[in-house]
């Protein structure tokens, strides 16, 4: 650690991330002690929050994740509009001083450093080798196929509109395939979308963090060489993991 030139120091920033809690009554309690004494500077939370969208989960995520000692920012995912009510749980964690993001940014002060993350849902797409068929199956699948590439436009926006060099990209979908190894290929179209993979690059991420995922991998690269970082909880195998950037 050395002190920079207006008196802040260049200590690595610390983000706790994690996501796929799936909050039910079988794991409640289980995050909580572990994210009382983060050694970090933010904890971001990736999406799939709740097991299946409803409120008596909600209340138990709350419950989790109240006071915590550092800023909490999420996504939702595609469990938590399980009951189509996602808008009220976006509520509950607002309300409850969570920065929860939709295709927007924000932006903190880390120890006189500033710390961009732009968020997004994200959604299928597919990838170059593992395309799926964006214009085929029911309507709800056809709809579910176009809304990795159409967040992939709000992420690289969310992105430009950070004013700071340190910016990461959140989202619940996965932007490569790297990360997805281990899940069957064949449903590889269905977890992600090469588009945000591109977002990410395009938009000048220094780190992605994703889950939904559960069989996949942690560690990955985008084409253009940002690290992403798969934290669903069955995947990291712990309560959350801790990145330095």
Do not use: W
Not at 19 to 40: I, K
Request: hydrophobic fraction near 40%; proline fraction near 6%.
């Amino acid at each position: 650690m050395s002190p920079a030139a207006d008196g802040t120091t260049t200590a690595p920033l610390r983000i706790a991330a994690v996501a796929d809690l799936h909050m039910r009554d079988a794991v409640a309690g289980r995050f909580r002690p572990d994210f009382l004494r983060l050694n970090a500077d933010v904890l971001l939370l990736g999406g799939d929050l709740t097991e299946g969208g409803g409120l008596y989960e909600a209340d138990l995520l709350c419950a989790e994740i109240a006071r915590l000692p550092v800023p909490v920012v999420a996504v939702l995912g595609n469990h938590d509009h399980d009951r189509r009510i996602g808008y009220r749980i976006a509520s509950m964690l607002t309300d409850l001083g969570v920065h929860l993001l939709d295709g927007d940014a924000i932006t903190l002060d880390v120890r006189g450093r500033l710390l961009g993350i732009a968020g997004v849902m994200g959604g299928r797409g597919g990838f170059p080798d593992h395309p799926g068929r964006p214009d085929q199956a029911s309507t709800e699948h056809r709809a579910r196929m176009r809304r990795g590439p159409l967040d992939a436009l709000r992420l690289r926006r969310a992105l430009d509109s950070l004013e700071c060099e340190t910016r990461i990209a959140l989202m619940h979908f996965a932007p490569i395939t790297d990360t997805l190894a281990g899940e069957p290929p064949k449903i590889y179209p269905g977890l992600g979308c090469h588009d945000l993979g591109e977002a990410v690059d395009a938009g000048g991420a220094v780190l992605a963090i994703h889950g939904h995922a559960h069989g996949g991998t942690e560690v990955g690269r985008t084409a253009g060489g940002v690290p992403v970082r798969n934290v669903s909880y069955p995947v990291l195998g712990r309560t959350c993991a801790v990145y330095e950037v």
